[in-house]
């Protein structure tokens, strides 16, 4: 890899794709602290972004994986995921096979189908081959690993001055194990066992097998992968033990959730994709379930992408706001530490477990180089007691809540001018720390650079609700001369924020404030975060829908992170004329929650005609900014995460914003205010909502000029309000 084979883009490394995300497909398993990106053949090549291989807790444990039959690469027929992203199965077949310049089997007699699974730490492939032919065959099945322990900052392209070392490869009869002694003083172990002994095995990692398949014969090769530490032996099962409780596991998420079923099958595969991608990148912790980010940069807890995620999937599951909540209250910073930019009441940017973090090589071991999680997560926890109504668990995070509002005061106000700024304390750290994080995503209107503390106008938006949100909860704890306070405080920066952010002659709010307290007048998606948090004033807002709907800001796709105007617009930069779906869908509740629903209906149209576009109806964390084009589908950004944890959770939040669904925390109650359908949209069906211990199924049909409910089934105490 060559120095201009990597670039810098959200202040990390990443290595340069030589071809398309399209035309180096890949698949993605993931359970727990576990993933695996593969190729269409099941296998891990060095190809496209490099990104290959199977990843335990920040670090590649098998970086190379390659099958052949008789020396040759099997054709591939077929290669998919399942609907539940659990599964991958791969269909392959024979080329045509030589030996001695003599055909010994011809193409399309063998049918080999490779089905993977991750289970708790364990890659499983259960390996069927079946014989079509009228001949007995012996097929010689090589199979190649090779284990590089590359932390994922290295896999992103980070180069290290000096690495742990690799330890002997060890043999047994059914097994070969890769190891590495890491600098961090912890040994890590690739183990591979097959389910019958191979005939020979070399120390570089190859295996050799000889089959015999007679006329219609099947044969079965099992074999696992497990990722171990010091601390974690994995427990290897039969594969299907592993089968059934990973089919276990989704059946009981589904029980627990609501589920959504449209007239538009399409738009079905769009939600149920989402679905599934959500529950794969959901992990369990030891406070409860998480929705890490993305795979494969951003397989870990991320604050930021956590509470949107949890607020974009409430309505659907509140669990996992109470477990992004226990995450995040657990994590909370408590005291000053510049070289992770933490100070005390902070909410977590991000966490890593690898070995640079664990040396400090990079300072995301723990780091809290956010500006806006901090408000957002008191936003969560507010949203969370109105769709619960559990003001038990309140109780016991609300010293989370006070600590995270002094934040909010004493050092997110660094100045004292009413506003929360951010600037960088940690050498490493990020330089902008809002949700657009890249180095060249703030700047003034010729094009210059915004130099901090800078104040962006989403995150006055976010304290403003934060505190709207707090007043409420402090009144319902019977602490009134609080609750007053604060709600004070929310309203002086609403009036102050609306002075000082509006930018009369471009129709929008500023991006942000700069040192200066000069205002970078560029029309930006930021601010449309003001209309979800409702800090902006009614016309304001109303002048702020028709900027964020024209022809520079939204692309027919969805609305663009950079108008087409502006001097820095590139379609194909990383926030400064991309498209990224929970950015949009933010937007989206923004701009139904100021009556704009028609506005709201055509950013849920665009991004579901993108998901049809995208395999499997995936949508990315991005993609790219260039107009709708006929016949075309979107262009995709190169080095997005896919699956990404908000991305998925955005139809979620579109769906809400159209239907105008809000819950009542002082009992429970669904309440739909005047309901919207897009067009292509009759029917829309709505089961197992769960309210505590009462359930509810609804159909909504749309009408001409309005949307009906009908309620289907309920069950225990819950109410249906429609609001026409």
Avoid at 364 to 371: A, D, K, L, Q
Avoid at 471 to 499: H, I, S, Y
Avoid at 502 to 518: G, N, P, V, Y
Avoid at 693 to 710: E, F, P, Q, S
Wanted: aromatic letters at 10%.
């Amino acid at each position: 890899m060559q120095v201009h084979d990597v670039i810098r883009i959200n202040d990390q490394w990443y290595v340069l794709a030589n071809s398309s995300r399209a035309d180096e497909r890949t698949s993605v398993l993931k359970h727990g602290e576990t993933f695996a990106v593969l190729d269409r053949y099941g296998d891990i090549q060095h190809l496209g972004l490099g990104e290959q291989g199977i990843y335990h807790e920040d670090t590649r444990f098998l970086s190379y994986f390659e099958f052949n039959i008789n020396g040759r690469r099997p054709l591939l027929l077929n290669s998919t995921v399942k609907q539940d992203n659990t599964l991958l199965a791969v269909d392959l077949t024979t080329p045509d096979l030589y030996e001695n310049d003599q055909l010994v089997i011809h193409k399309g007699i063998i049918h080999i189908l490779r089905s993977k699974l991750l289970w708790d730490g364990v890659h499983y492939e259960h390996m069927c081959l079946f014989n079509y032919g009228d001949k007995p065959l012996t097929l010689n099945l090589d199979f190649r690993f090779g284990a590089d322990y590359a932390d994922i900052f290295e896999v992103r392209g980070s180069k290290r001055l000096k690495r742990g070392h690799d330890l002997p490869v060890q043999h047994a009869k059914q097994e070969l194990v890769f190891g590495y002694q890491g600098l961090d003083k912890k040994t890590r172990h690739t183990r591979i066992l097959f389910s019958q002994p191979p005939l020979k095995q070399d120390n570089n990692g190859k295996v050799h097998f000889s089959v015999q398949l007679s006329p219609k014969e099947e044969k079965l090769l099992y074999f696992t992968i497990a990722c171990e530490t010091e601390n974690r032996k994995s427990s290897i099962l039969d594969y299907k033990t592993a089968l059934t409780r990973n089919d276990n596991e989704v059946a009981t998420a589904s029980k627990e959730r609501g589920h959504v079923f449209t007239s538009n099958e399409q738009f079905n595969d769009w939600f149920n994709r989402s679905t599934a991608d959500l529950q794969m990148l959901t992990t369990r912790t030891g406070q409860g379930d998480y929705p890490y980010a993305g795979v494969p940069w951003f397989s870990t807890p991320f604050g930021r992408d956590g509470i949107i995620t949890a607020l974009q999937y409430l309505w659907i599951n509140p669990q996992l706001a109470r477990g992004v909540l226990s995450f995040l209250a657990a994590t909370q910073a408590k005291e000053t530490n510049p070289a992770q930019d933490a100070e005390p009441g902070k909410i977590l940017h991000e966490t890593r477990q690898g070995e640079m973090a664990a040396l400090h090589e990079v300072p995301f071991w723990r780091y809290y180089g956010s500006v806006d999680a901090t408000p957002l997560f008191i936003v969560l926890a507010g949203a969370y007691y109105q769709r619960t109504g559990n003001r038990l668990f309140l109780e016991t995070i609300w010293p989370n809540i006070e600590r995270a509002l002094d934040w909010i005061d004493r050092y997110g106000d660094c100045d004292g001018d009413g506003f929360v700024e951010y600037g960088r304390h940690s050498a490493d750290g990020l330089t902008h720390q809002g949700w657009k994080d890249s180095d060249d995503s703030v700047f003034h209107q010729d094009g210059s650079p915004a130099q901090g503390p800078i104040a962006l106008c989403e995150v006055q938006g976010y304290v403003y609700k934060a505190k709207k949100t707090a007043a409420k909860l402090a009144a319902l704890f019977g602490k009134t001369d609080r609750a007053v306070e604060l709600a004070q405080q929310a309203e002086k920066l609403k009036e102050k924020f609306n002075q000082v952010f509006w930018c009369e002659e471009i129709s929008t709010f500023a991006l942000a404030l700069d040192s200066d307290k000069r205002p970078c007048k560029v029309i930006s998606s930021n601010a449309g975060h003001t209309l979800f948090s409702g800090i902006a004033n009614p016309e304001y807002a109303r002048r702020l829908s028709e900027t964020l709907l024209n022809e520079a800001s939204f692309s027919g796709w969805g609305i663009r992170t950079l108008a087409s105007t502006e001097c820095r617009f590139n379609p194909m930069s990383y926030h400064n004329g991309s498209i990224w779906p929970h950015d949009n869908a933010i937007i989206a509740m923004g701009l139904a929650r100021y009556g704009f629903k028609a506005q709201a209906l055509r950013v849920l149209t665009g991004l579901f005609d993108a998901s049809i576009m995208m395999d499997l109806h995936h949508l990315p964390e991005l993609f790219c900014g260039f107009d709708r084009q006929p016949s075309q589908g979107p262009t995709l950004y190169p080095v997005a995460c896919l699956p990404q944890a908000w991305a998925s959770g955005t139809v979620f939040y579109l769906l809400q914003a159209c239907l105008g669904l809000t819950c009542s925390e002082e009992k429970p109650q669904l309440r739909f205010h005047h309901p919207r359908l897009p067009d292509y949209i009759q029917r829309l069906e709505i089961t197992n909502l769960r309210f505590g211990n009462a359930v509810i199924d609804l159909t909504l049909r749309r009408h001409l000029h309005d949307v009906g409910v009908n309620v289907l089934r309920k069950e225990g105490d819950v109410e249906v309000a429609v609001i026409l």
